[in-house]
C-alpha cells in the first residue's frame, strides 16, 4: 500500500489556540479523501501544512513521499492546490493567468484549459477581478486540475458552484482518480463528499474523530424510527425502550395508539428485538444523510471539551 499523504501527530498552534491537534490521516495513493467538519475545524490549516505554506508547531507530513519542506518547488508542481480563499484581483484575463500558472507548473496538454473551462462553463476572455465568486472558483479548479497532478489538494471545492456545475466538477474527481490521481478534498457540505470520497476523516476543532468508507460512517449512522403500538399502555413502552442503550430522543404519546419516535446509532437489531412482544402496527427507519447524521454526532459530543 503506498500513501500520497501520510501525517504523524501534525500539529500546528497560534499561540494559545490550537488549529489542527495531532492528525494522523493516511491518504491511499489513487483514492479521493475527503475531510469535513464545521467552520473552524482546522481543515484550512491542515492543507496549507501539506503545502508548506505553513509549517507544523510539531508532528510531521509525508506528501507524495517526501516532506513538505524539503519537496521544495518540484513537489509542489506535482500537486495541484486550490486555496479556500482564492485571490483573484489582477487586470488579466483568465486565459492569461491560467497561461501563467501553464508555464510554471509545465506540462500542460494542448487544449486542456479550453476542455476544462468549457465544462465549467467558464468565459476564458473575461478579466480576473471582474469575475464573480463562482467563476473564481472556476477558474481556481482550471488552473489545480490542467496539469494532471499526482495529487489534488481542495480546500471546499464546490462552495459557490450552482449544482449543476458541481456534478461536472465530482466527474472530474472522478476521472482524476481514473487516470490514478489521488485527491484531497474538504467540505462542510457531506453530501459532497458522500458521493465522491472513497474515505472520509471527520475533523472537529482541530482533531480527528473518525476516519471511515462512506459505508462504515453510514452503519454508525444515526437514523430516525417511529414506532406505533396498539393494544399496549405508553407506560409499558417507554419501560422496555427507556434501558436501550443507543435510543436517543425518545417520545412516547399516548393515546389508542401509542406513537413512539427517537434517533437510534449503529444497528437497530436491539430496538428490533425489544418492541417483538408488543403489536406492532407501523414501524419506520428513515436513514439520515451523513451530513445530519455527522451533524448530530457533533451535538452528542458538544460540551466534552472546554
Ligand atoms: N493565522 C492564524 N492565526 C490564528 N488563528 C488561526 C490562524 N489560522 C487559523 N486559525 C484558527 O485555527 C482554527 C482552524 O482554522 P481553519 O481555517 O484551519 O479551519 P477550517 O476547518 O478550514 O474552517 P473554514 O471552513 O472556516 O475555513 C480556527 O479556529 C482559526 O480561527
Not at 490549516?45 to 505553513?54: C, E, H, K
Not at 513538505?68 to 485571490?87: Q, T
Amino acid at each position: 500500500m503506498t500513501y500520497a499523504i501520510e501525517t504523524r501527530a501534525l500539529t500546528k498552534r497560534y499561540g494559545r489556540h490550537t488549529a489542527l491537534d495531532g492528525m494522523d490521516l493516511a491518504v491511499e495513493t489513487g483514492s479521493v479523501f475527503g475531510v469535513i467538519g464545521p467552520n473552524g475545524a482546522g481543515k484550512t490549516t491542515a492543507m496549507r501544512l501539506l503545502l508548506d505554506i505553513i509549517r507544523p508547531t510539531s508532528g510531521d507530513a509525508t506528501v507524495l513521499g517526501e516532506s513538505p519542506r524539503a519537496g521544495g518547488a518540484a513537489l509542489r508542481r506535482r500537486i495541484g492546490f486550490l486555496p479556500g480563499e482564492l485571490m483573484l484581483e489582477g487586470r488579466v484575463t483568465g486565459r492569461a493567468l491560467l497561461k501563467h500558472y501553464a508555464d510554471i507548473s509545465g506540462s500542460v496538454p494542448e487544449g486542456r484549459i479550453d476542455e476544462l473551462a468549457e465544462r465549467l462553463g467558464l468565459d476564458l476572455s473575461r478579466h480576473v477581478r471582474t469575475l464573480s465568486k463562482g467563476n473564481k472558483q472556476k477558474l481556481g479548479l482550471v488552473q489545480a486540475f490542467m496539469h494532471e497532478p499526482a495529487l489534488l489538494v481542495l480546500d471546499e471545492p464546490t462552495s459557490g458552484l450552482d449544482p449543476l456545475v458541481q456534478q461536472e466538477f465530482l466527474s472530474m474527481v472522478r476521472e482524476a482518480q481514473n487516470r490514478g490521481q489521488t485527491v484531497f478534498l474538504s467540505s462542510h457540505v457531506l453530501s459532497e463528499i458522500q458521493s465522491a470520497a472513497d474515505q472520509v476523516a471527520v475533523l472537529r476543532r482541530g482533531r480527528v474523530v473518525k476516519v471511515g468508507d462512506v459505508a462504515t460512517l453510514r452503519a454508525s449512522a444515526v437514523r430516525r424510527v417511529v414506532i406505533e403500538f396498539t393494544d399496549v399502555s405508553a407506560d409499558r413502552i417507554r419501560t422496555a425502550l427507556g434501558a436501550l442503550p443507543q435510543l436517543d430522543h425518545l417520545a412516547v404519546v399516548d393515546g389508542e395508539v401509542v406513537h413512539v419516535t427517537g434517533t437510534v446509532e449503529g444497528h437497530i437489531n436491539s430496538l428490533v428485538k425489544a418492541i417483538a412482544p408488543f403489536h406492532v402496527v407501523d414501524l419506520r427507519v428513515e436513514e439520515q444523510d451523513l451530513e445530519s447524521s455527522v451533524i448530530t454526532f457533533y451535538s452528542s459530543e458538544a460540551g466534552d471539551e472546554n
